[in-house]
């Protein structure tokens, strides 16, 4: 039985705007495997970072949308855990509740989360790489990135690559968000990657909670005003739970 303290639980009900954020712990408890996990044997010989940047694409697109088509296939598996149900529900629970999500799996959407904001973009999108425009394209089964229909450059996948800034929507309206409310969760997330590891010391800075869900600690863990260490698949809907 997950105990919740009962600090937390009257902030949240208390609050008139709670902000989560969710990072990579969230969706490896639904099997999808972080960013940084060991690849498989075909992609052993290349680092993440080789792969995930504007300058690999252009070398060679093939080989990136390969690499791509790879990681789809193994979200493609993947279900909404406990937590993503928590969390969804517990936008019916509270006042207010943003969802920031540095996943690209789509799987918070697929558990009945609204409005949620993608701060890395979604895999199962694509867009133009010259103009910058999602593309509605069949890419099941290619091995190659297809032409866009309006002015044949190559499609990519609609995420963000290491040297791209964060989408300027995203990125603003979750500064917003952070700024303006009363609980911040940060569930699942190691707290490293910025600009996304800065929006709870912006929350906490503008007078929030400060809350971290982790199995481990984090830079993030002495700032916070509650730490639950766990698994988010437990952890969160035990929060649910004290909610309703």
């Not at 700024?179 to 906490?204: E, H, K």
Request: aromatic content about 6%; proline content about 6%.
């Amino acid at each position: 039985m997950v105990d919740i303290p009962e600090r937390l639980v009257h902030a949240l009900c208390e609050s008139r705007h709670t902000v989560i954020l969710t990072g990579a712990g969230v969706s490896a408890e639904s099997g999808v495997p972080t960013f940084r996990d060991a690849q498989n044997a075909l992609w052993a010989r290349y680092r993440p970072e080789e792969l995930a940047s504007p300058e690999a694409f252009q070398r060679d697109p093939a080989l990136v949308w390969q690499w791509y088509q790879w990681r789809r296939g193994l979200i493609k598996q993947a279900r909404p855990n406990a937590a993503h149900l928590a969390i969804a529900a517990m936008e019916r629970l509270l006042q207010r509740l943003t969802l920031i999500t540095q996943n690209v799996d789509g799987l918070h959407q697929a558990a009945g989360s609204t409005a949620v904001i993608e701060f890395h973009g979604n895999i199962h999108r694509n867009r133009c790489s010259a103009e910058n425009q999602l593309v509605d394209v069949d890419a099941e089964g290619t091995t190659r990135p297809p032409r866009c229909p309006r002015c044949e450059a190559w499609i990519r996948p609609d995420v963000v690559w290491f040297g791209e800034p964060i989408p300027q929507g995203a990125l603003l309206t979750a500064t917003l968000a952070a700024q303006d409310c009363d609980v911040f969760l940060s569930v699942g997330t190691s707290s490293v990657v910025y600009p996304a590891a800065g929006l709870a010391d912006m929350a906490r800075e503008a007078g929030a909670t400060l809350a971290e869900v982790n199995p481990q600690r984090t830079v993030q863990t002495d700032s916070a005003a509650h730490v639950l260490q766990g698994k988010a698949a437990e952890i969160m809907p035990a929060m649910a739970a004290a909610l309703g």
